[in-house]
């Protein structure tokens, strides 16, 4: 990989992401204290954030696909190289001309105006919300293109709820289209019909998924080899972990695999967090219910991929990176404002502290040049 960067350019980025966090959990904080200002509850500072997430997004510097992507817009538009991408990307490129940053802010600008729309849809458009996301998502949602194809599932699958024709209808067609902006959102477009089905707020579906547990690893073994060769287009599981654990690969580094084990331990607890919640509660909704099961199928599918013998751990990873999204949003509407006094409000956020801080500068040693 080209390195076309300095070390000193993902110090914006550090700094830019604290300055987020920080101000976020200053609103929460001072909103539940009653003490916040009240300029910072009108839809001006709530959408400022919405700015910031965008500004780290397009000057990305500290994540390793920033340098990929700017070879390849570059690449197709003034080389003729091959395009990698999906053809949505491509059709971009020709628009914005090759220019790279241009390329971003647009496909970013999309990827936060759909979440901002869906977080409204939800009603999950609190500080809070946006404090989990910015710990728990938005450094890694910069990172890929696949982010996008993320929120517009979720949009399709949030339509899926409502009793309208005409909302189903068009909740079909944005799933559909999830799968044209990134190929991974296959997996949880298949996982779909099974959170429509299962309630993950009943203790014997969890135990039941525990004992099935050794009995579904060799079947996904089978399933993962033949979407590796034939969706993704990778001969086979051996060859992608070759091209994320080769030599040269931050991915197979012990600082990587503390990162990931952070991210994973993270993502369980608020998922923990949140199903007690629902679990106590009795006036979460069906959809509420439907988030949680497929927060709990991706999580699953991920560890069965994992333990599957497949080798791809990075297979594993894709689906896992995709849990958070239905538990921010369940965050944002289970989680009320007596969970900041709460040890595990603490917890998760100094979690998310050290672990972000971490990836940035993690991320800067291996991809930013010297």
């Not at 076309?4 to 929460?28: E, M």
């Not at 030599?247 to 607890?269: D, H, K, V, W």
């Not at 509660?281 to 599918?301: G, H, K, N, P």
Request: one cysteine or more; proline letters at 2%; a positive charge.
């Amino acid at each position: 990989m080209t390195l076309t960067y300095p070390w000193y350019y993902v110090i914006f980025d550090l700094v830019l992401w604290n300055v987020i966090f920080f101000a976020l959990l200053y609103c929460v904080l001072n909103l539940h204290r009653k003490k916040l200002p009240s300029y910072y509850k009108t839809a001006s500072v709530y959408n400022g954030f919405f700015i910031l997430f965008l500004a780290l997004a397009v000057f990305a510097y500290h994540t390793g696909d920033f340098s990929h992507y700017q070879e390849d817009v570059e690449g197709v538009y003034y080389r003729n190289d091959a395009l990698s991408l999906e053809p949505f990307y491509g059709w971009l490129i020709e628009l914005v001309k090759g220019k790279y940053y241009i390329w971003r802010l647009i496909v970013w600008g999309l990827y936060f105006a759909i979440l901002r729309r869906v977080l409204i849809s939800y009603k999950a458009n609190s500080y809070l919300t946006l404090l989990i996301f910015s710990g728990l998502i938005l450094p890694s949602a910069v990172e890929g293109r696949w982010g996008l194809g993320m929120v517009v599932f979720l949009s399709g699958y949030i339509l899926l709820a409502h009793r309208g024709y005409g909302a189903k209808l068009l909740g079909l067609l944005l799933l559909a289209l999830s799968v044209q902006l990134h190929n991974s959102m296959l997996m949880p477009l298949l996982l779909l019909p099974f959170s429509f089905i299962i309630n993950a707020n009943k203790k014997y579906i969890i135990i039941g998924a525990i004992l099935l547990f050794p009995f579904l690893t060799e079947i996904l073994y089978k399933v993962f080899n033949v979407y590796l060769d034939n969706i993704l287009g990778i001969d086979g599981a051996q060859q992608l972990v070759s091209v994320y654990f080769g030599e040269e690969s931050a991915f197979r580094s012990t600082g990587a695999t503390i990162l990931r084990l952070f991210y994973i331990g993270c993502t369980i607890f608020l998922f923990i967090i949140v199903y007690r919640r629902m679990f106590l509660s009795r006036a979460t909704d069906v959809l509420d219910r439907q988030l949680l099961a497929m927060a709990f199928l991706i999580i699953y599918s991920a560890a069965v991929a994992f333990f599957s013998g497949v080798g791809a751990f990075e297979i594993a990873w894709r689906l896992f990176v995709m849990a958070p999204y239905p538990l921010v949003l369940l965050s944002g509407r289970i989680l009320k404002e007596k969970f900041i006094l709460t040890i595990s409000f603490w917890s998760i956020i100094v979690t998310m502290f050290i672990w972000r801080n971490y990836n940035i500068l993690l991320q800067m040693y291996y991809f930013a040049s010297k």
